[in-house]
């Protein structure tokens, strides 16, 4: 049985779940996701919506919308569950701020 406390997380999850769970913002995983189809398009211009031509200039390769593959539900964004957990675990930092500081001192 399950407590009042406890969550059950889908398998397949949207990207406002990802947010929920996770706390991985939507609208960063769309723009990564948006530059990686410029980049495979081989598209380094683009038109801006002030209509002047912009450069793509990657924010974050590394990022979860870059190295994630989704799962499309009609037109809808999804990913794995385990997918979205293997790269928290790949990106977590080993050492929180304060040891980092503390271990250069």
């Known amino acids: 049985m399950q407590t009042q406390?406890?969550?059950i997380i889908p398998e397949l999850l949207e990207l406002n779940d990802l947010?929920?769970?996770?706390g991985l913002n939507p609208k960063t995983i769309l723009?990564?996701?948006?530059e990686q189809k410029k980049i495979l398009q081989r598209k380094g211009t683009y038109k801006g919506v002030d209509g002047?031509?912009?450069t793509v200039e990657p924010h974050n390769t590394s990022g979860f919308g870059f190295t994630t593959p989704a799962v499309m539900n009609g037109r809808k964004v999804m990913y794995r569950?385990?997918?979205v957990e293997k790269w928290i675990g790949e990106?977590?930092?080993k050492l929180s701020p304060e040891d980092k500081i503390s271990q250069k001192a």
């Not at 723009?31 to 948006?34: G, I, T, Y």
């Open 52 to 54: 002047k031509t912009k």
């Open 81 to 83: 569950k385990s997918d």
């Open 5 to 7: 406390h406890e969550t």
């Open 31 to 34: 723009r990564e996701r948006w």
């Open 91 to 93: 990106n977590l930092e």
């Open 19 to 22: 947010e929920v769970f996770y």
